[in-house]
């Protein structure tokens, strides 16, 4: 047989072989199995370029990363999920469960300075003050209108009881004024003593209790109730900003200086780890993954088959070698 005949005829029993393996869940089996047996006991950290994967990492973070070009997916994802859990009937408390909510708890607790910078800088922000300013005026004005505390200082029941009571309001209007001037002044004391008040009171006591109080009310509540009330387009704009933030921000510096440091300590963690140790801590074993894995990917291949991809992509990768001149001279060689 002519060298060109039997390339062409090995390499379409080849190609006949592939396609007929990678359609057969026994084939993965033996192949994950295989690789299993070999990649088992060595350290991952010996099965990775740390230096490579952290430059592949930056420069995709860099040039080709686009949440916005997924964007009509992301969409379609996220209010396929919303519309399927504005339905679901779990609970809060299913979703986190009392022991979970005392661990989260108990880390809160922990992060007292943190709490006490919070609360002063919310007491010092200008809302705050404009709004504890505005309680207190109405507060003030109520009192001195509604319990008639201008009628009783001495001069004005009198002028009231001779039909003059239109004094009582011209007095406050004309105090008003100068109380919203003193409360101005005085704001920041006020609030000061609001937070030192606020640091007295939430104690890790009145806190453990306040937070289970909240817990046990909300924990029968449903979410699905809560999230029907999102009008409807906001999933879809929420999405838009957070494509566009997702872009911007993996353009920076500093994400990628954090996502390399965070790839370069995740490899460094796995560095003496083999395989087999680090599906063991993830409570799962080799042989249930090839369960689970081998006939999805038996059938991605038949689907593979039947879209007329899988073929064509088999002839490339065989080409490379039985049009090459190796295949050739061995052959020729052969033949001789």
Known sequence: MPANTLVSALRDAHKAHLSQQLQNPEHWQDLMAQASNLLTDIPLGNLVDQDSLVEVVDQWLLEALSARGLQDVINDVSLAVWEAAE??????????????????LEQVLKLQSLREKAIHSAMNHPLVSEMVSEMLYTGIKNFLLEENAL????GVSSMMKMGRKSVVGKAMGGMEESIRT??????????????????????NERIQQLARDGYLRVAPLKPANYMKMVPDGAVTEVVAQSCAITDESARLAYTRRLVSVGIQAAVTSLMDKPLKSVLEGMQISEERIREIATPALARGASVLVEQGVLEPFIEWVLDDFYQSEACKKILESSDA
């Open 87 to 104: 339905q679901d009937d779990a609970t809060i408390g299913e979703l986190l469960r009392e022991e979970h909510f005392e661990t989260i």
């Open 151 to 154: 009628a009783k200082l001495p």
């Open 182 to 203: 003193y409360l101005q002044k005085n704001i920041r004391v006020t609030l000061k003593t609001g937070e030192q008040w606020l640091n007295k009171q939430l104690t």
